[in-house]
């Protein structure tokens, strides 16, 4: 599969806006710190950000101290120690639903994918936000078509992944993948189904490929007609011509 699109990261701005509205919950002593961290987050100097979030924290295990540790490691890519951070705000707040979104966040980037897809689907649970929620379907979507890429030349495990991220959002990129690896099991009509949902909800991918597997699959079914009509269009396709182009030459040669 190609390169997949950036995750959905919650807006940093109205959490730090939010915080700082309730930083006069907190121990006095960490009060100052935080919110000076929280202005050097603004700023992007999230080093001494990181410094002063550490000092609050001595003064303070707020779980709202221990998120922006987090993201302040997660923008420094200290990945391990940002990890280390949203798991104690979540055993300090375990509905806080940003830091599953972080945590998740994190482990997509280090490929562990059902990591990440178990720590967004928390976000489902813990969250009313109908527009974050929709955002974290995809993020989710995302986490198990990189399962699907990691499961290699096993096709049914690819499916079986692939079904799950459509079955959250409808990815025309795991519809594509979908194509391909029903049609390497010999599932033709599930191929050609798989093509035709990577058609219609096309945003990312070309034409050529569904087109290509859609014309394939109909060669298999013994459709020739069909199989012409989708191969000539996938035919110009930078990516999926020339094979197109092979099939086609081989279907005339067979007349």
Known sequence: MKKMPCLFYCLLGTFLITFASFAQTMDSAAVKPFNDGLDKMQKSDYSGALTDFQTALAASKDYRIYYQLGVANEKLNKPDDAVTNFKNTIAAKPDFEPAYNDLGNVYFTQGKYQDAADNFQMVLKTSTDSTLKANVN????????????????????????????????N????????????????QYDKSIEASQNALKYKKTISEGGPNYWLGVAYQKKNDAKKAKEYLTKAKDDPVYGKSAQTVLTAMEKQQ
């Open 171 to 186: 990815y025309d990129v795991a519809y594509l993948s979908l194509a391909k690896n029903y049609f390497l099991i010999n």
């Open 138 to 169: 995809f993020n989710i979507t995302l986490a198990y078509s990189g399962l699907a890429t990691s499961a290699g030349k096993n096709s049914k495990k690819a499916i079986e992944y692939l079904k799950k991220a459509v079955s959250y959002t």
